[in-house]
């Protein structure tokens, strides 16, 4: 069975930082791409970064040059390092598992993100 676990969400302030964990467990992390989600009320969820098996990434341009993503694949764990934050940043937040040959895309449960000016 296939797991995502979020943690590191909290409140700061504007120009904080935050670092967000997610750790999975159930499929062949090594050859999985993963990525950062976000939802902030009343809007869809978004792509924030994303980072293939081997360690590629991408960014939507809003977070460019403040947040990073990465992964460390003997902890099955994939991170995102928020810096510079500001209040629009201020969204739940939600790990995903792209879709790879030995299983299917899945979602993690989120965890909260808000930023005060």
């Known amino acids: 069975q296939v797991h995502l676990v979020e943690s590191g969400g909290g409140s700061v302030q504007a120009g904080g930082s935050l670092r967000l964990s997610c750790t999975v467990s159930g499929v062949n992390f090594r050859v999985t791409g993963m990525g950062w989600f976000r939802q902030a009320p009343g809007k869809q969820r978004d792509s924030v970064a994303t980072?293939?098996?081997?360690?590629?990434?991408g960014y939507v341009d809003s977070v460019k040059g403040r947040f990073t993503i990465s992964r460390d694949n003997a902890l099955n764990t994939v991170y995102l390092e928020m810096t510079r934050l500001q209040p629009e940043d201020t969204a739940v937040y939600y790990c995903y598992k792209y879709p790879a040959s030995d299983s299917g895309g899945y979602w993690g449960r989120g965890t909260q993100v808000t930023v005060s000016s």
């Open positions: 980072i293939t098996s081997v360690g590629t990434t």
